[in-house]
């Protein structure tokens, strides 16, 4: 049995479970090349204080509906002046979800990226005196990729300079 998978408690043919099921590669792939952190690449669940259920009830709303949300080309800003309260688990649910509405016959591309803001603007000025073929790599993927997740953009001052990049 493969409890590792993401869908083993949903899986409808969890007895003949192997690591050759070709959704379990697919979406393994799809988590490991997707900059999420291990904390954040499993199942993760949420439960809404009642002043943010208003807006866990519209994020989840957009997890299941997310192919169209990417498709149309929407940008979505979760923001709160409350800490601990699942943004950056929300972001991950919604790449998750993505994931699993693309798996299928995606052979095996990098289609969602995560990236925490302030580490990322760290590696780029450290590239500045030291280049980095990783970075060169992750800027890639974030010209191409469908779906990005930017994690704590306000939790930093963002420069001239980081801000011309980030709209770059």
């Known amino acids: 049995m493969n409890d590792k998978c993401l869908f083993f408690d949903i899986c409808q043919t969890k007895e003949n479970c192997s690591i050759d099921c070709i959704r379990f590669a697919e979406m393994t792939y799809l988590i490991n090349h997707s900059g999420l952190p291990k904390n ?27 192919l169209n949300f ?6 979505l800003y979760i ?11 929300w972001l991950s649910k919604l790449l998750k979800s993505y994931f699993n509405q693309i798996w299928a016959g995606n052979g095996f591309k990098t289609r969602g990226y995560y990236i925490d803001l302030p580490i990322f603007f760290i590696d780029l000025k450290e590239a500045i005196d030291n280049p980095s073929d990783d970075l060169d790599e992750q800027k890639e993927f974030l010209q191409n990729v469908d779906l990005l997740c930017i994690d704590s953009l306000s939790a930093i001052n963002v420069s001239d300079f980081e801000l011309n990049y980030l709209m770059y």
């Not at 990417?70 to 940008?75: A, T």
């Open 40 to 66: 954040l690449r499993g199942r993760n669940q949420l439960f809404p204080d009642t002043v943010d259920y208003s807006a866990f009830v519209e994020l989840a709303e957009v997890k299941d509906d997310i």
């Open 70 to 75: 990417v498709e149309q080309g929407k940008n």
């Open 79 to 89: 923001y709160s002046t409350n800490t601990g309260n699942g943004k950056t688990t």
